[in-house]
T-cell receptor, first 114, second 112 residues
Framework: GAGVSQSPSNKVTEKGKDVELRCDPI?????LYWYRQSLGQGLEFLIYFQGNSAPDKSGLPSDRFSAERTGGSVSTLTIQRTQQEDSAVYLC????????????FGPGTRLLVL | AQSVTQLDSQVPVFEEAPVELRCNYSSSVSVYLFWYVQYPNQGLQLLLK??????LVKGINGFEAEFNKSQTSFHLRKPSVHISDTAEYFC??????????FGQGTELSVKP
């Protein structure tokens, strides 16, 4: 019954450090998405997972960004060697499947890179 | 490139007045269209969506939108707004597959 949850809600890190952001999708949802919301760039797609298919990584801005989804449920977005321009709100969404299904968004993780 | 354009970054309006938030998209193939709302300090919430069928779509909180294929538009309307409608509104398109391409957002400010 719970919605999409994300942790941590806020993260402050120093430039150059690695961070991990976690997303718990709605139970039974096979599709999981990561987006980024920042003042300069608006809402940007990063990556999505659909079932056992290879993920669509076309939105990842650099090779410092990676994501995995274990057991078809929880997902972790990892940013290596963080830069100040990585500061943003990272949003996770899930849907029953792809192709027009409503995506339900989590509250986001606000990342600040000092 | 696939893109979504929200023509107005900010829309101020008085309470009980009608409002239209404009959205245009680029595509020559079938699309799914969405409007999401983000209230202050809250997450994104679906207002309405168009997948197929009737071009007039009704959503929550009295909002509706009309899909116009020839003009590649999906404008959002409400005949009478309330203070509580103050929020940021995002138009989004899904072309093929699940990922959403978002517009830059329109900040609706309803004044008493």
């Amino acid at each position: 019954g719970a919605g999409v949850s994300q942790s941590p809600s806020n993260k402050v890190t120093e430039k150059g450090k690695d961070v991990e952001l976690r997303c718990d999708p709605i139970s039974g949802h096979t599709a999981l998405y990561w987006y980024r919301q920042s003042l300069g760039q608006g809402l940007e797609f990063l990556i999505y997972f659909q079932g056992n298919s290879a993920p669509d990584k076309s939105g990842l801005p650099s090779d410092r960004f990676s994501a995995e989804r274990t057991g078809g449920s929880v997902s972790t977005l990892t940013i290596q060697r963080t830069q100040q321009e990585d500061s943003a709100v990272y949003l996770c969404a899930s849907s029953r499947r792809q192709g027009g299904e409503t995506q339900y968004f989590g509250p986001g993780t606000r990342l600040l890179v000092l | 490139a696939q893109s979504v354009t929200q023509l107005d970054s900010q829309v101020p309006v008085f309470e009980e007045a009608p409002v239209e938030l404009r959205c245009n998209y680029s595509s020559s193939v079938s699309v799914y269209l969405f409007w999401y709302v983000q209230y202050p300090n809250q997450g994104l919430q679906l207002l309405l969506k168009y997948l197929s069928g009737s071009t007039l779509v009704k959503g929550i909180n009295g909002f509706e939108a009309e899909f116009n294929k020839s003009q590649t538009s999906f404008h959002l309307r409400k005949p009478s707004v309330h203070i509580s409608d103050t929020a940021e509104y995002f138009c989004a398109v899904s072309y093929q597959g699940g990922k959403l391409i978002f517009g830059q957002g329109t900040e609706l400010s309803v004044k008493p």
